[in-house]
Every structure is written in C-alpha cells, then in structure tokens.
C-alpha cells in the first residue's frame, strides 16, 4: 500500500513535469476502482464510465492543484464520486428517470458469502442481489450516493460531506434515510 502511494506521488510529480505516461500510469492504477464507485452510484456502465473519464480529465487539467501530502487516490475518489453525483444530478434536472438497475441486480451486489454452493443457497443469493439493486434504483441520487461512498467506499461523514457539498447533519440523514430504505426492502428475506 506505501509502494503504491509512493509510486502515485511520484507519478503525479512526473505527470506536471508534462510526462503523459506518468499520468496514464495513474489512470491504469485507479480505473477499476473509481468505475466501481461510479458504478455503484449512478447504477449503470455507460454513466459510470462517463464520470470516470470527466473525473480523469478533471484530474489533468488540476495536476496543479493536488497537495502532495494528500493521498493520490482519495483525491481521485473525492473527484470521481462529484462526477456521477453531477451526473446524477444533470438527470434528476432534465427529468431524467434513472436507468434500472441491471437484471442481475450487480449495481448494489453485496454477495452472500457461502462455502457451499447448494442450490438454495444460489437461489437466495439471486434473489437477495434482485432485491439489493432494486432498493438501489429507488433511493435517491443523494442517498444512493452517501450509501455508496460510506458503506462500499468507507468514507468517513465528513468526507463524504465534502463530496456531497453537505454538511455533517445532511449527511448522516441522507445515508440514514438510505439504510432504513434498505433495510425496509430487504426485511422481507429475514422474516422469512
């Protein structure tokens, strides 16, 4: 992990001084990641890709602007979450309705962890993905958004305020009203 934060600065460093591979380097280090985090706040593959190349693009242009002693990829998380929470945002503006998830359900996969694949155990594991996703589709961009960046991402309130542009209590009323959604969708499987 210090190999790869070093490897980012240094990079970073490189990439200012006008080396184009230090900064593709970067790029190929986080894309996964960061598609991952758009991914899972926007709920489908053509807007998260959009919002990490605007993210990667808005990176270059404030090369300048990166702080040394901040770590490269959270700077880069911070960037890529405002992305597809503005694009969220630019759709919830036209009136947009926002794209189902897919029919597996992986924008919100939370896998069940099994050491055994019986086959009502795939079953369930379909099905509680189904449900995870569809309660995904329904939250709203903020709270789909605070739910990501705290529960997949580990963020911290304030972190994810900042991203948000919320404050402290905004925030944590937007990722509890998104757990309470969640758990409201998926009481119905452990009641069973």
Not at 144 to 166: D, K, N, P, Q
Request: net charge neutral; with cysteine; charged share 35%.
């Amino acid at each position: 992990m210090e190999r790869m934060v070093a490897e980012d600065a240094a990079d970073v460093e490189r990439a200012r001084a006008g080396d184009q591979e230090a900064f593709r380097a970067l790029v190929e280090r986080h894309s996964r990641s960061l598609f991952r985090l758009a991914f899972r706040m926007t709920g489908n593959e053509s807007d998260a890709e959009d919002a990490v190349q605007e993210a990667f693009l808005k990176a270059y242009r404030r090369l300048d602007q990166f702080e040394a002693r901040a770590n490269v990829g959270s700077w880069l998380y911070r960037i890529a979450a405002n992305c597809a929470f503005d694009l969220l945002r630019r759709r919830a503006r036209r009136g947009e309705q926002p794209l189902d998830p897919d029919p597996e359900g992986s924008a919100g996969e939370l896998p069940v962890p099994s050491s055994d694949p019986a086959p009502d155990r795939l079953v369930f594991s379909g099905e509680v993905r189904h449900r995870v996703g569809k309660a995904m589709a329904r939250l709203s961009e903020r709270e789909r958004s605070a739910f990501v960046l705290r529960h997949h991402e580990g963020m911290s309130i304030e972190e994810i305020g900042a991203t948000l542009g919320l404050d402290a209590s905004a925030t944590k009323h937007s990722i509890f009203r998104a757990v309470r959604k969640m758990r409201e969708a998926l009481e119905p499987m452990v009641a069973s």
